[in-house]
């Protein structure tokens, strides 16, 4: 089984990074990742769209994902974006980086993951870069990777100090996000 991830976000916010540390995790786990971006004006706060497909065999198919399992969230003020919503399969998964309520009228939503991922990030790491706390949360909603896993990628990325702080931003992810179900 593939799962087919789309990650929304702007320039700065690490959705490229996150959908690579959750490859490397699956890596890790003997199973398959593959991420790759998609830029348009390449600048910090212009939108970002990056995909991952994971998942148990190989994966060879390197194009956009058009209907994805799960849609990331990074930039909440993108969430009423028609165009983020487009595809999502029925039963979708979305993670959605917010500090207010979620309200939606989605149909194919089966479950939502809500976290303040970049308010986490201000705490931890001192910049409200919401990536690692969001891998985090990707661990605890979709149930598809272990934690560890997803701290343990976090050292190809970061060192020292950046590390431990990124690792917390991961864990407290994983276990402040609120997960809803419909």
Known sequence: MIIEVRFHGRGG???VTASKIIANAFVRAGKYGAAFPMFGFER???PVSAF???GDTPIRLKTQIYKPDCLVILDSSQKNSDNIWSGL???GII??????????NHSN???AGIIDAAGIALEEIGIPIPNTCIVG??????GLIDIELITESLSD???KERLRANIKCAERGYNEVKIHNF
């Open 13 to 15: 916010q690490g959705a």
């Open 44 to 46: 910090r706060g212009a």
């Open 52 to 54: 991952g497909r994971f």
């Open 89 to 91: 399969k029925p039963d």
């Open 95 to 104: 993670l959605l980086n917010t500090n207010e309520e979620f309200e939606h």
């Open 109 to 111: 939503i089966k479950t």
């Open 137 to 142: 949360a990707f661990a605890a909603v979709t």
């Open 157 to 159: 990325y970061f060192d």
